[in-house]
């Protein structure tokens, strides 16, 4: 997975958090509260989809989540694109929980 090197670059959430990558935008997905998760996705805006396409540049990615309504509907399109990406590369699909275990690990380590 293609983490962002640039800090200029990252997503800042409302709530504090940093994301580098995918895995990590749906680690928040998932578990970012109402408030911070509508500041950044609402009528108005889409934040993750802009994030993901001008930063991560992943146009085709972005193009579907710009299309969500609601947050199960963003973490879907997230999670199928990190399959994706998973199976194309031909590497052994990592279980959701050894993969959110490290993310949490990474976030408390910095």
Known sequence: ?????????????????VLKNLGELLEVLRTIDNDTFEHHFNENKNDFANWTENALKEPKIAKKMYAAKARDELYGIVEKALKMKVEKKGEKAIPKKTIISKIKEAIQNG
């Open 1 to 17: 997975m293609e983490e962002i090197k640039e800090p200029s670059e990252y997503f800042y959430a409302r709530n504090g958090a």
